[in-house]
């Protein structure tokens, strides 16, 4: 499975971005496609996934703010971010993963700048 992100950038606290993720392989029963992101200094955390079924979780702090979708039929995940505040600064990641495995799939990492 190969994944390929996009978006990311800079923006004001306050302001809003979307990721993008499409994922192309083979791919095929369940699964898990979601966002991971690192800060300078910290461990990679999960930030939000959304199941083949549908099934969604999010990190606490994002909650309310971040909003993950995904189209079946094309293999991709977005991620709306909104209110992002300064803490929200980090690499994020895709990730994929098939739930019979403990293999995880990661795209290039995008980097999101949140500034005062």
């Known amino acids: 499975v190969q994944l390929q992100a996009s978006g990311g950038g800079l923006v004001q606290a306050g302001g809003s971005l979307r990721l993008s993720c499409a994922a192309s392989?083979?791919?095929?029963?369940?699964?898990?496609m979601g966002w991971y992101r690192q800060a300078p200094g910290k461990e990679r955390e999960l930030v939000t996934d959304i199941l083949s079924g549908g099934s969604t979780e999010y990190k606490d702090s994002v909650k309310g703010r971040f909003t993950i979708s995904r189209d079946g039929a094309k293999n991709t995940v977005s991620l709306q971010m909104n209110s992002l505040k300064l803490e929200d600064t980090a690499v994020y990641y895709c990730n994929f993963r098939f739930l019979c495995s403990t293999q995880n799939y990661w795209g290039q990492g995008t980097l999101v700048t949140v500034s005062s």
């Open positions: 392989g083979i791919i095929f029963g369940d699964n898990s």
